[in-house]
């Protein structure tokens, strides 16, 4: 049920201010690497990595890096966020996690 996310809520969130409640996931620089171009990685990296987003709310693992389908939602994120766009994800991330759509 995606509990282990829990921690960060307290930790990443609340204490530290690194992360938000939605935004792009946080990824590891060698997917970073090898997954964006140059520019993507600019614009991925503009904002804050969010405990749930697009990516998350809308395919969880369904999607991968392979066809780019990980990255165009990422990034379309990216360029439309706005607080209806968040709104949005999270009721879709509780669906998401209710249903168990893409959970592995």
Not at 24 to 30: A, K, M, N
Not at 37 to 55: A, I
Not at 98 to 103: D, F, L, S, V
Request: proline share 5%.
């Amino acid at each position: 049920m995606s509990i282990d996310e829990l921690p960060q809520i307290l930790f990443n969130i609340c204490i530290l201010g690194n992360m938000s409640v939605v935004g792009p996931r946080p990824i590891l620089q060698s997917e970073l690497e090898e997954n964006y171009t140059p520019e993507e990685q600019k614009l991925l990296l503009s904002v804050k990595p969010g405990l749930t987003g697009y990516w998350q709310a809308y395919a969880r693992n369904d999607v991968g890096y392979q066809n780019h389908e990980r990255q165009d939602m990422e990034l379309y994120y990216v360029k439309n966020q706005s607080v209806g766009l968040d709104i949005n994800i999270l009721f879709k991330t509780v669906e998401a996690v209710i249903y168990k759509k893409g959970a592995k």
